[in-house]
């Protein structure tokens, strides 16, 4: 099957305005559908199963009140030293996860959903990517969790904003830290039998 003739509905089930601005990026304007589903209700200790399982689930949450759209769920942790962490409860959590992970390597596990409501098919697939973080004094830590950045964000960082300027170096994709993995979403779309310039404004 190849669907090329004619544009589709592509709905994000995600309120990430950073994932929203990827999309927006390479030419896809998305629907947004918030999912508001419990995370805290999923409980799994591996870093992988944990976000593609998040990503199915809010993706499943939005897809009944669409017909024949593409919709796509995403969620992203961050591990160090094989600790899972999403977004800081709190600035004094923020700061301490900061103070445990400048000058190590984590890794950002995004998980991705992509549910075909015309061919009632999904695929399932998860991003890994290494952040190299730079060894920063307490007194920045403080000054970045002021600012309210890293509460918003899974790993207490947003690569796309001040926290690019304590990553020293990235081994993988680079959209997939900022929370949805640009060449992935193109090989789920084609996996799919779509072509990517369907969904091009």
Same mark, same amino acid.
């Given at each position: 099957?190849?669907?090329?003739?004619s544009?589709f509905?592509?709905?994000?089930?995600?309120?990430?305005?950073?994932?929203?601005?990827?999309l927006?990026?390479?030419?896809?304007?998305?629907t947004v559908c918030?999912?508001?589903?419990?995370e805290?209700? +999923?409980?799994i200790e591996?870093?992988?199963?944990?976000?593609?399982?998040?990503?199915?689930?809010?993706?499943?949450?939005?897809?009944?009140?669409?017909?024949?759209?593409?919709?796509?769920?995403c969620?992203?942790?961050?591990?160090?030293?094989?600790?899972?962490?999403?977004?800081?409860?709190?600035?004094?959590?923020? +700061?301490a996860r900061?103070?445990?992970?400048?000058?190590?390597?984590g890794? +950002?596990?995004t998980g991705h959903?992509?549910?075909d409501?015309k061919?009632q098919?999904?695929?399932?697939?998860?991003?890994?990517t290494?952040?190299?973080?730079?060894n920063?004094?307490d007194?920045?830590?403080e000054?970045?969790v002021?600012?309210?950045?890293?509460?918003?964000?899974?790993g207490?960082?947003?690569?796309?904003?001040?926290?690019?300027?304590?990553?020293?170096?990235?081994?993988g994709?680079h959209?997939?830290v +900022?929370?949805?993995?640009?060449?992935l979403?193109?090989q789920?779309?084609?996996?799919?039998?779509y072509?990517v310039?369907?969904?091009?404004?």
């Amino acid at each position: 099957m190849n669907n090329t003739s004619s544009k589709f509905q592509f709905v994000l089930a995600s309120a990430s305005p950073a994932r929203l601005k990827l999309l927006r990026m390479v030419g896809i304007e998305p629907t947004v559908c918030k999912s508001d589903f419990d995370e805290d209700s +999923i409980q799994i200790e591996d870093a992988e199963e944990l976000v593609k399982t998040l990503a199915r689930c809010k993706g499943e949450t939005v897809a009944p009140k669409f017909n024949g759209a593409l919709v796509l769920g995403c969620d992203s942790v961050l591990t160090v030293n094989d600790r899972i962490y999403g977004k800081p409860e709190s600035p004094q959590i923020a +700061i301490a996860r900061w103070r445990g992970m400048r000058g190590k390597m984590g890794k +950002i596990y995004t998980g991705h959903a992509l549910i075909d409501l015309k061919q009632q098919r999904q695929i399932v697939l998860c991003g890994i990517t290494n952040v190299h973080f730079a060894n920063i004094s307490d007194r920045t830590i403080e000054a970045y969790v002021a600012t309210g950045e890293p509460l918003n964000c899974a790993g207490s960082f947003a690569l796309e904003g001040k926290g690019g300027m304590f990553v020293e170096k990235i081994e993988g994709c680079h959209s997939n830290v +900022i929370g949805l993995s640009l060449p992935l979403l193109y090989q789920m779309i084609e996996k799919l039998g779509y072509n990517v310039t369907s969904f091009w404004n």
